[in-house]
Protein backbone atom coordinates (compact mmCIF):
# COMPACT_ATOMS: atom_id res chain seq x y z
CA UNK A 1 0.00 0.00 0.00
CA UNK A 2 1.70 2.98 -0.91
CA UNK A 3 1.62 6.20 1.84
CA UNK A 4 -0.40 9.30 0.56
CA UNK A 5 0.22 11.92 3.27
CA UNK A 6 -2.83 14.21 3.39
CA UNK A 7 -3.01 17.70 5.28
CA UNK A 8 -3.40 16.91 9.54
CA UNK A 9 -1.06 14.18 9.13
CA UNK A 10 2.54 14.39 11.10
CA UNK A 11 5.05 14.28 9.35
CA UNK A 12 7.37 11.52 9.07
CA UNK A 13 10.58 11.50 11.00
CA UNK A 14 13.62 11.91 8.95
CA UNK A 15 17.23 12.31 10.06
CA UNK A 16 19.76 12.38 6.98
CA UNK A 17 23.01 13.60 5.67
CA UNK A 18 23.00 16.60 3.60
CA UNK A 19 25.65 17.47 0.83
CA UNK A 20 28.27 19.01 3.62
CA UNK A 21 27.96 15.81 5.65
CA UNK A 22 26.01 17.13 8.56
CA UNK A 23 22.81 15.54 9.82
CA UNK A 24 19.12 16.68 9.36
CA UNK A 25 16.50 16.45 11.35
CA UNK A 26 12.85 17.09 10.68
CA UNK A 27 12.65 17.89 14.30
CA UNK A 28 15.45 20.85 14.11
CA UNK A 29 12.91 23.01 12.31
CA UNK A 30 10.24 22.35 14.74
CA UNK A 31 8.26 25.58 15.09
CA UNK A 32 9.14 26.84 11.67
CA UNK A 33 7.32 25.85 8.48
CA UNK A 34 9.25 23.77 6.20
CA UNK A 35 8.88 23.01 2.40
CA UNK A 36 10.06 19.89 1.67
CA UNK A 37 10.54 18.75 -1.96
CA UNK A 38 11.48 15.26 -3.43
CA UNK A 39 13.10 14.94 -6.64
CA UNK A 40 14.81 12.33 -8.79
CA UNK A 41 18.29 13.28 -9.29
CA UNK A 42 20.55 16.19 -8.96
CA UNK A 43 21.91 17.92 -11.78
CA UNK A 44 19.21 16.91 -14.21
CA UNK A 45 17.06 19.02 -16.50
CA UNK A 46 13.81 18.63 -14.45
CA UNK A 47 15.38 18.88 -10.61
CA UNK A 48 17.58 21.47 -11.67
CA UNK A 49 14.68 23.91 -12.80
CA UNK A 50 12.74 22.83 -9.87
CA UNK A 51 15.87 23.85 -7.35
CA UNK A 52 16.70 26.67 -8.89
CA UNK A 53 13.47 27.95 -9.26
CA UNK A 54 12.99 27.02 -5.31
CA UNK A 55 16.75 29.63 -5.41
CA UNK A 56 15.32 31.84 -7.15
CA UNK A 57 12.16 32.67 -4.35
CA UNK A 58 14.11 32.21 -1.34
CA UNK A 59 14.00 35.29 0.02
CA UNK A 60 9.89 35.02 -0.78
CA UNK A 61 9.98 32.32 1.65
CA UNK A 62 12.51 33.48 4.13
CA UNK A 63 9.99 36.85 4.38
CA UNK A 64 7.40 34.09 5.00
CA UNK A 65 9.57 32.35 7.79
CA UNK A 66 10.08 28.96 5.64
CA UNK A 67 12.72 26.90 5.52
CA UNK A 68 13.59 24.69 2.70
CA UNK A 69 15.07 20.82 1.89
CA UNK A 70 15.27 18.68 -1.17
CA UNK A 71 15.64 14.99 -0.57
CA UNK A 72 16.87 12.73 -3.48
CA UNK A 73 18.82 9.18 -3.58
CA UNK A 74 21.34 11.13 -4.99
CA UNK A 75 25.24 10.49 -2.47
CA UNK A 76 26.20 13.76 -0.58
CA UNK A 77 29.14 14.83 -2.97
CA UNK A 78 26.81 14.47 -5.91
CA UNK A 79 24.83 16.83 -4.31
CA UNK A 80 27.59 19.57 -2.95
CA UNK A 81 28.19 19.74 -6.41
CA UNK A 82 24.72 20.71 -7.61
CA UNK A 83 24.41 23.08 -4.97
CA UNK A 84 27.81 24.47 -5.77
CA UNK A 85 27.22 24.64 -9.46
CA UNK A 86 24.02 26.40 -9.34
CA UNK A 87 24.53 28.21 -5.70
CA UNK A 88 21.34 26.81 -4.62
CA UNK A 89 22.49 27.48 -0.63
CA UNK A 90 19.67 25.39 1.20
CA UNK A 91 20.58 21.39 2.59
CA UNK A 92 20.17 18.60 -0.02
CA UNK A 93 19.90 15.50 1.45
CA UNK A 94 20.42 11.54 0.62
CA UNK A 95 18.01 9.02 1.11
CA UNK A 96 19.93 6.37 -0.62
CA UNK A 97 17.69 3.23 0.25
CA UNK A 98 14.65 5.89 -0.21
CA UNK A 99 13.05 5.34 3.08
CA UNK A 100 12.39 8.75 3.61
CA UNK A 101 10.86 8.75 0.27
CA UNK A 102 8.84 5.85 0.80
CA UNK A 103 7.12 6.92 4.39
CA UNK A 104 6.37 10.25 2.53
CA UNK A 105 4.93 8.66 -0.53
CA UNK A 106 7.36 9.93 -2.78
CA UNK A 107 8.89 6.52 -4.17
CA UNK A 108 7.06 4.51 -6.76
CA UNK A 109 6.45 3.10 -9.65
CA UNK A 110 7.14 6.08 -12.93
CA UNK A 111 6.38 5.23 -16.63
CA UNK A 112 9.03 7.01 -18.93
CA UNK A 113 8.56 6.22 -22.53
CA UNK A 114 7.93 2.62 -22.75
CA UNK A 115 9.78 1.58 -19.19
CA UNK A 116 8.15 0.99 -15.83
CA UNK A 117 10.39 1.16 -13.11
CA UNK A 118 10.88 2.37 -9.46
CA UNK A 119 12.22 5.61 -8.43
CA UNK A 120 11.31 9.17 -6.39
CA UNK A 121 7.68 10.65 -7.59
CA UNK A 122 8.28 14.36 -7.57
CA UNK A 123 6.79 15.50 -5.02
CA UNK A 124 6.70 18.62 -2.33
CA UNK A 125 5.48 19.20 1.05
CA UNK A 126 4.29 22.35 3.32
CA UNK A 127 4.95 21.25 6.85
CA UNK A 128 3.79 23.15 9.63
CA UNK A 129 5.53 24.60 12.91
CA UNK A 130 3.87 21.67 14.60
CA UNK A 131 5.43 19.18 12.45
CA UNK A 132 1.85 18.33 10.36
CA UNK A 133 1.48 18.39 6.77
CA UNK A 134 -0.48 21.45 5.73
CA UNK A 135 0.36 20.69 2.09
CA UNK A 136 0.87 17.52 -0.36
CA UNK A 137 1.96 17.62 -4.06
CA UNK A 138 2.34 14.50 -5.67
CA UNK A 139 3.73 14.37 -9.19
CA UNK A 140 4.43 18.03 -9.53
CA UNK A 141 5.84 19.62 -12.49
CA UNK A 142 9.25 21.49 -11.26
CA UNK A 143 7.67 24.70 -12.44
CA UNK A 144 5.05 24.25 -10.09
CA UNK A 145 7.09 23.53 -6.64
CA UNK A 146 7.22 27.29 -5.70
CA UNK A 147 3.92 28.79 -7.40
CA UNK A 148 2.14 25.81 -5.13
CA UNK A 149 4.04 26.59 -1.99
CA UNK A 150 3.69 30.71 -2.48
CA UNK A 151 -0.20 30.05 -3.03
CA UNK A 152 -0.79 27.66 -0.35
CA UNK A 153 0.99 30.20 2.26
CA UNK A 154 -1.08 33.58 1.57
CA UNK A 155 -4.31 31.49 1.56
Given at each position: MTVR????D???AFALV?????????????GRT????????ADTTGCTKQS?????????????????VGISPDEPAKQLAFDEKYSLGFPLLSDRGHAVADAWGAWGWK???STTYEGIIRSSFLVGPDGRIERAWYRVKPEDTVPNALDALAA
Open positions: LQPGEAPDQRGETVRLEDFRLLVYFYPECAIRDHRQDLRDLDVDVTYG
